[in-house]
């Protein structure tokens, strides 16, 4: 992706995630906040909302770095656990979604004792992943991509959650979750748009990149090797029908003896 693009990319998820958070703050704190527009006092109510704007763009930032920690962890645990890497990640978001339930559980439920007042949290990003994993499943017509789009809506949505799950203020969790949500699904679905929109635009330019030209060379690369792999195929055919020629030839020679 170019520079123009990733910009623009990073700049809509940054958009989406403030306004956002900074609607639902404006419900969330209607108290503290909302009610001084409507009692006139102007200044407190602009004080408030630029901290709640501040404080979209926190989590769409923290949103952004977690994607492109994912674009890095994905092929890894590919290059590790090659075909084992599906069960691995089925794994990992079973415990992600036990742990985000404990830590809210335990630092907050624990005293009051109410503990299935606390499965809102959980419940909200499975149902969320599940069907964000199903529309890019449904989009790109690949059976294979929906464990890892549901790994990345739980697992990275959870890890994204952490700081906001440790503060007792429950209104914390309510203006981050859904932010974040959205923001991971945009992120999810909308990337390989701007990626093709990016190589579809220095095509019609006739730009080259530097990473162009290594796709180019590591294409020449395997084209060269195929190439080698089959002329070696066709060698080692070859030598067969002659072996089994000669064997057959002299089968017959030993016969008319």
Avoid: C
């Amino acid at each position: 992706m170019t520079s123009k693009y990733l910009v623009k990319f990073y700049l809509r998820t940054l958009l989406i995630g403030t306004i956002i958070s900074t609607v639902i703050s404006l419900f969330v704190e209607y108290e503290n906040v909302t009610s001084y527009l409507f009692r006139g006092e102007i200044g407190e109510f602009l004080a408030g909302v630029v901290w709640f704007i501040t404080f979209g763009l926190l989590i769409a930032t923290i949103s952004q770095v977690i994607f492109f920690i994912y674009l890095f962890v994905h092929p890894l645990g590919v290059g590790i656990f090659r075909r084992l890497w599906p069960y691995v990640q089925l794994l990992i978001i079973m415990y992600a979604i036990f742990d985000l339930f404990y830590l809210r559980f335990y630092r907050v439920g624990l005293d009051t004792g109410h503990m299935w007042s606390y499965l809102g949290i959980p419940v909200i990003i499975i149902a969320a992943g599940v069907l964000v994993a199903r529309h890019k499943m449904k989009i790109t017509g690949d059976r294979n991509i929906f464990i890892p789009s549901l790994f990345f809506m739980i697992v990275m949505t959870s890890i994204t959650m952490i700081p906001f799950i440790f503060v007792e203020d429950t209104s914390w969790i309510a203006r981050s979750v859904f932010a974040i949500i959205v923001m991971n699904a945009f992120q999810l679905i909308m990337m390989p748009k701007y990626i093709e929109a990016s190589e579809k635009e220095k095509i019609e330019r006739g730009r080259v990149t530097k990473s162009d030209r290594n796709k180019e060379r590591k294409k020449e690369e395997q084209e060269a090797a195929d190439k080698e792999r089959a002329k070696e195929e066709s060698q080692v055919k070859t030598r067969n029908k002659l072996n089994y020629k000669n064997k057959t030839k002299i089968a017959k020679n030993n016969s008319k003896k």
